[in-house]
């Protein structure tokens, strides 16, 4: 799987729009990009996932550039409940496992 | 019900202690994993299961133990740890082991061993 590199820690004021980047410089053809999030004390929690082109759910949107090195999760309205540690994980296609990396701890403050 | 639930949520065991965590999910899903989360650390993949049968371990010691007596269910037997196996004991499932909309995690067990 394609290694990841994420900042360690991020600010964003509440109410505003949170936008954590994700650098995947090696990603593969058949390498999808997933995106979970992990408040304190709970069990990660799906946000969204993509291949090549942009998603948007309820949660989130997740912009991924046109050479998929590297991609944004946007929060567009940020909350204090958003506080969490980010994860952005490269998956290869077919079979295979979720593994973490170190993820960036967001802080939404008032 | 779209959950995982994992009983105890805290457990205390002495070094020569067996205890056993459980896992729970009643979404249909067929595949079924172990995570470990030390502070501060991401969680780290521990075993995989795939329609009931054991489909990865990632060289996880011996004192640690699955099991999958069905669909729905997924234990981790817990036998002599030491000190260091203190941390979040992650279970998650997923509809199979292909892409999909990602895994479902339950809140963890944490575990302290004394």
């Known amino acids: 799987d394609a290694k990841t590199t994420q900042p360690p820690s991020m600010d964003c004021a509440e109410g505003r729009a949170a936008n954590l980047p994700c650098n995947h410089s090696?990603?593969?053809?058949?390498?999808?990009v997933y995106w979970y999030r992990q408040i304190h004390s709970q069990g990660p929690q799906y946000i969204i996932h993509?291949?090549?082109n942009n998603e948007t759910n309820e949660m989130a949107s997740l912009i991924i550039t046109e050479d998929r090195k590297s991609s944004t999760l946007i929060l567009p309205h940020a909350t204090l409940r958003d506080t969490a540690v980010y994860y952005c994980?490269?998956?290869?296609?077919?079979?295979?496992?979720?593994?973490f990396g170190k993820g960036t701890m967001l802080l939404v403050s008032p | 019900d779209t959950e995982v639930t994992q009983t105890p949520k805290h457990l205390v065991m002495g070094m020569t202690n067996k205890k056993s965590l459980k896992c729970e999910q009643h979404?249909?899903?067929?595949?079924m994993y172990w995570y470990k989360q030390k502070a501060k650390k991401p969680p780290e993949l521990m075993f995989v299961?795939?329609?009931?049968?054991?489909?990865i371990n990632e060289s996880v010691p011996s004192r640690f133990s699955p099991e999958c007596p069905n669909s729905s269910l997924l234990n981790l037997h817990l036998h002599a740890l030491q000190p260091e196996d203190s941390a979040l004991y992650l279970c998650?499932?997923?509809?199979?082991?292909?892409?999909?909309?990602?895994?479902?995690f339950g809140s963890g067990t944490r575990l302290t061993v004394v």
């Open positions: 998650a499932s997923s509809q199979d082991m292909g892409q999909g909309v990602g895994y479902t």
């Open positions: 090696t990603i593969s053809g058949n390498e999808y």
């Open positions: 993509g291949l090549k």
């Open positions: 994980i490269v998956r290869l296609g077919g079979y295979s496992t979720l593994t």
């Open positions: 979404m249909g899903h067929r595949a």
């Open positions: 299961y795939s329609y009931e049968k054991l489909s």
